[in-house]
């Protein structure tokens, strides 16, 4: 549990920095008129739709995928709690 934990904020942690460069990119565009690059606008918009597929997955898993498998085991509810 600790491991899909830390996985889940290490997810998180790329999409927030993936979606504050592409405002970064968004800045420079609208306050200098700065010629953007649509196929790197692009890049980050697929790869933040990949990470929030990914996120959402992973927190299936640490909310009803590993509770469920631990319950089959045998494991106390306490122990997925620390």
Aim: avoid cysteine.
């Amino acid at each position: 549990m600790r491991e899909a934990r830390a996985e889940l904020a290490k997810l998180k942690d790329q999409r927030q920095k993936t979606q504050e460069e592409y405002e970064n990119i968004l800045r420079q565009r609208n306050l200098r008129a700065f010629q953007v690059d649509p196929q790197k606008l692009d890049t980050l918009t697929a790869k933040m739709t990949e990470l929030d597929r990914l996120i959402a997955e992973k927190e299936t898993q640490i909310s009803t995928t590993i509770p469920n498998e631990a319950r089959r085991a045998g494991v106390p509810p306490s122990v997925l709690s620390q």
